[in-house]
C-alpha cells in the first residue's frame, strides 16, 4: 500500500513525476464495498481525490464520507440506465481532465492492484506509465469456496482470506486513461486503442464472500426485474439461488488437488481486446461463460496484503 503523507491524507510521491489522479465510481446501497473501496482509493491517491456518484441510496453508505459524493436524481431518467451512466461519466471525465492526469472509473467492487514486486503503488505505476493514453487491468474474479474459506475475520486483509481467483477476459477493462475517449456503456471499450497491461491486476471482488454474494445478487437482481438494470445474459439476471450454485461448482477441486497459482503471463490475450469499425476498442469475453471454463488458480501470496 502506498505511504501516507505527514498530514495522513495524502498518499507520499512513489516516483519523480507522479501525476494527479482522481477516481470514481457510481453506487447504491453498497454499504460494506463502498467503504472498501474508500479506503482502497482513498490510501492510493488521497480521499480527497475520490468522487461517489450516489444513485439515490437508502442505506446510508453514502453519508459522511471523506470524499466528495455527488447526488443523483430519482429514476426515471431521460434514457435507460447504463447509457445515463456511461454518458455521465464521460462527461465528468472529460472535464476532470482539464485538471488531473488521470481519470479513473471503476465499479465499488474493482480495485486496481499493481504487481507489488515491481510498483510501490497505484501513483508509482502510473508515474511509470505516462506514455499509455489508455490501460486496461489483468482481471481476475475472487472465487469464495465456503468449505474451505471461514468467514471473514475484520483484522486481516480480505485476500489473506479469499485465495482462489479465475481470470476474466471480459472484465479487462480500459479504466485508466489520460485523454478525453469516451467508454462504452459498462466500461468494456473505449474509443481509443489500448492493451491489457500483466503488471496492473484487477481484482474483482463481486464472488469474494458467499453471504455477501447472495445479499448483492438478489438485491441486483431486483433491481434488473424492476427498473431493467443488466443485461439479460448477465449475472443481473440470476437470484442468489442461481449464482451461489454457479459459485459452488467455480471452485469445485478433486479431494487432494493442489490449485496452482495464478501466472499473470498465463492467460492469452492475442484475442481479448478487439477494434470495432466505429473506431471503439473493446475487450470481450462473457463473464459467466469464462467462470464456467477457466481454470481455478490462487492469487499469489505478494498480492495478498494489498486488500
Known amino acids: 500500500m502506498t505511504d501516507r503523507g505527514p498530514g495522513g491524507d495524502e498518499p507520499r510521491a512513489a516516483a519523480a513525476g507522479t501525476p494527479s489522479v482522481v477516481v470514481l465510481t457510481m453506487a447504491r446501497d453498497e454499504s460494506d464495498m463502498l467503504h472498501r473501496w474508500i479506503a482502497y482509493y ?32 430519482p429514476a426515471p431518467w431521460k434514457a435507460p440506465w447504463a447509457n445515463v451512466r456511461t454518458t455521465l461519466v464521460n462527461g465528468l471525465a472529460r472535464g476532470l481532465l482539464a485538471c488531473y492526469d488521470v481519470v479513473i472509473f471503476t465499479d465499488v467492487d474493482e480495485f486496481l492492484i499493481p504487481d507489488p514486486d515491481r510498483y510501490a503503488g497505484l501513483l508509482d505505476y502510473l508515474a511509470r506509465h505516462g506514455d499509455r493514453d489508455v490501460i486496461a487491468p489483468l482481471a481476475v474474479n475472487v472465487l469464495h469456496n465456503p468449505a474451505l474459506e471461514p468467514a471473514l475475520e475484520a ?32 466500461f468494456h471499450g473505449v474509443k481509443a486503442p489500448f492493451a491489457i497491461d500483466r503488471d496492473l491486476l484487477m481484482v474483482h471482488l463481486k464472488y469474494y464472500d458467499f453471504p455477501s454474494m447472495e445479499a448483492v445478487a438478489d438485491h441486483r437482481h431486483r433491481i434488473h426485474q424492476t427498473e431493467g438494470r443488466g443485461s439479460a445474459v448477465s449475472a443481473w439476471a440470476l437470484d442468489s439461488d442461481e449464482l451461489g450454485d454457479r459459485l459452488l461448482r467455480w471452485v469445485a477441486t478433486p479431494e487432494g488437488a493442489v490449485v496452482p497459482e495464478f501466472d499473470p503471463a498465463e492467460p492469452d490475450l492475442s484475442d481479448v481486446v478487439r477494434a470495432r469499425p466505429d473506431g471503439f476498442h473493446r475487450s470481450n469475453g462473457p463473464q459467466l461463460v469464462a467462470m464456467d471454463e477457466n481454470p481455478l488458480r490462487q492469487l499469489p501470496p505478494r498480492f495478498r496484503s494489498a486488500l
Not at 50 to 69: E, M, Q, R
Not at 171 to 183: D, G, H, N, Q
Open 155 to 186: 483484522d486481516r486483509p480480505l485476500l489473506e482470506q479469499r485465495r482462489f481467483v479465475k481470470f476474466a477476459p471480459g472484465m479487462c477493462k480500459p479504466l485508466v486513461k489520460r485523454v478525453p475517449a469516451a467508454w462504452l456503456p459498462a
Open 42 to 73: 482513498g490510501a492510493q491517491v488521497g480521499p480527497r481525490h475520490l468522487i461517489v456518484l450516489d444513485d439515490n441510496s437508502v442505506d446510508g453508505s453514502t453519508d459522511d464520507l471523506p470524499c466528495p459524493v455527488v447526488p443523483l436524481p
